[in-house]
């Protein structure tokens, strides 16, 4: 069982409101959103697009409920802006998490990524660095990743379907491209169950980089439409090929035994972007709460 003061539980807005496509609970309020998060058990939040932007205004409506930021996304264009542009942008989100109190910055890069495009397939349309791309990621991130830390703040890279670090071979790259003192890994379940890793083998591999974990379950049945339809990453959404720990076909039980081996500390986050009107948000924000609780102890 995991230490309940090392490894806290939060839950992502994106299951409330999706930030990439905002028709999906643009009827759901912040202040629903972080309220049926504290009604479901989760002490922590990543940050939705209907938060507001004020640390001093966002603290009060988090303070007041018992949450706290635990995580930020953020998009980095190191293929294809100039490094420059991409870590003044970085430099203003770690102020702003150092703020909030957060400890932790989650990093995808975005430049030449397919997860946003609407009509384009998930399945074997991404884009494939070169050398001279990889070298400009690895310097680029170990920078940022160097400024982060002098925040205060643990930057994890987030693989993820549709970016040109997804599959295995990718962040396995990066992991030996970067330096461990600066470069972390966010470990989502979902994202290597749906590009066809083993999420089990890839927690052990990287278990000693692992700074902040996504608990994302997978419905392997929608997988396969959108690969047999040749479907986008969106599209995949909207059918639910994501879904809360314990719905779909993921075995949790060795992953969080490896974490726990590991003596991972920080948030765990449930992030299972999925259409609110099909998915309750609070339903499954509890059904998700409990999985944890009798699996983990937490």
Known sequence: MFNKEKVKLGIAPIAWTNDDMPDLGKENTF????????????????????????????????????????????????????????????????????????KIIGVSEQGHSVQGQLETPIFGCKYIMNDEEWDKVCTGLNKLGKIAKEYGITMTFHHHMGTVIQDPDE???LMAGTDPEYVNLLFDSGHFTYCGADPLEMV???????????????????????????????????????????????????????????GYEGYMVVEAEQDPAKANPLEYAIKARKFITEKTGL
């Open 31 to 102: 202040e629903q959103c972080v309220s049926e998060m504290a009604l479901a058990g989760y002490t922590g939040s990543e940050v939705g697009n209907k938060y507001p932007a004020d640390p001093v205004v966002l603290k009060k409506a988090l303070d007041l409920r018992g949450i706290q930021i635990c995580n930020q996304w953020f998009s980095s264009f190191l293929t294809t802006q100039p490094y420059e542009e991409t870590e003044k942008a970085f430099i203003e989100q770690v102020k702003f998490l150092q703020a909030m109190g957060s």
């Open 171 to 173: 962040v396995e790259r």
């Open 204 to 262: 052990q591999k990287y278990s000693n980089r692992i700074k902040h974990v996504h608990l994302k379950d997978v419905r392997p049945e929608v997988v396969e439409k959108v690969k047999a339809e040749k479907l986008s990453f969106l599209a995949g959404v909207r059918l639910g090929a994501f879904t809360v720990p314990g719905d779909g076909c993921i075995d949790f039980d060795p992953i969080f035994k490896v974490l726990e081996d590991a």
